[in-house]
């Protein structure tokens, strides 16, 4: 799968990436990597791809797929339910590491409220135990969405090292599920930064949300410094989908 999906980031279109040497200076477990989200599968794709370049010693770069030999096996992603049971592919890619949780806010495209599933956290837990576990803490691939607050109770409650990535280009190079290329010869960015200071015991939730929502650049005060036509394309899109569905 990492051979066939290489020229997605490295030939179709190009990925830029800043960071590879604070990956290589993290533990080997108990570390979440929060993100902001473009696509369901080509930003988690392409963090398998850089983080095994990266702990095999490749400087900002996955030229040669030689570090597929040696993958990191202890490599978990956090994802909604009933989106990896939506097919074959993510079927299959759910024996990649997937973490499948039931979203409190959201099923079958429409708005709910539900309790939150313990086992879905203990699950978390055990990965973060055995590993390195890649969440989205806004839940939705759509940009400067609130941060839900579940991922700062994960960190209150499991402490551990929290690493931020910013992605960019993802939305332009892939459709919404990141399986179809959409465009080619689109810069694809991703920028690994270093881990977050957060005091696990004095830190309200409300004040890990908002480190995570700077962190991530998805908070409100960011939407100052998108070009404006990035902004109204977004919107667009969104509209699309509501009109669509």
Partial sequence: MGTLTHRRYRGF??????????????????????????TYFAD?????????ASLSGREDHIRNVGYLWQPKLNLYYVAASETMKSGWLPKLLAYAGCIPVERTWRADGKDVQRTVNPNDTKNIGIALDDGWVITFPQGTTRSFKPVRKGTAHLIKQYKPIVVPI???????????????IKKKN???????????????????????????????????????VIPQEEIQETAALDELRKWKY
């Fill in 13 to 38: 279109n190009e990925l830029t990436i800043e960071g590879s040497e604070i990956l290589r200076n993290l533990p080997d477990t108990n570390v979440l990597l929060i993100s902001n989200h473009q």
């Fill in 44 to 52: 988690v794709v392409a963090m398998f791809h850089v983080f095994n």
């Fill in 166 to 180: 910013v992605i960019d280009g993802f939305r332009r190079s892939f459709d919404k599920k990141g399986i179809r």
């Fill in 186 to 224: 689109i810069l694809q960015s991703m920028v690994i930064k270093e881990p977050l200071d957060i005091d696990y015991e004095l830190d309200s939730i409300e004040n890990i949300v908002e480190k995570i929502e700077y962190a991530i650049e998805q908070h409100p005060s960011f939407l100052k």
